[in-house]
């Protein structure tokens, strides 16, 4: 029961786009970065059924990781050269 919630889960926050919000950044825009928060939604979700003692250990470690990757993108679109935008895309990866 519980896995299918979480399947359930994982197929919506992928399927969901916020496509008619008004934008502040450009990076906002892109996909990859919404998808980003989604799945920082979802790994919070997960972790929150994940024992007392992983707490500063596999939890904190997969939280930070995606929050990282949507960081390094919108850090990224603020960058005034290709190359500079590139270190940090690369870095997201």
């Known amino acids: 029961m519980e896995s299918e919630l979480l ?26 970065w919404i998808d980003s928060k989604e799945l920082i939604k979802l790994i919070y979700i997960i972790t929150k059924e994940f024992p007392n003692e992983e707490k500063f250990g596999l939890t904190s470690q997969l939280r930070r990781t995606p929050v990282s990757v949507a960081s ?3 850090e990224g679109t603020s ?15």
């Open 79 to 93: 960058r005034s050269t290709n190359k500079r935008q590139g270190s940090f895309f690369n870095n997201s990866l």
């Open 7 to 32: 399947k359930c889960l994982f197929i919506e926050s992928f399927n969901c786009k916020l496509i008619d919000m008004p934008y502040t950044f450009l990076f906002e825009k892109l996909n990859v």
């Open 72 to 74: 390094n993108i919108a």
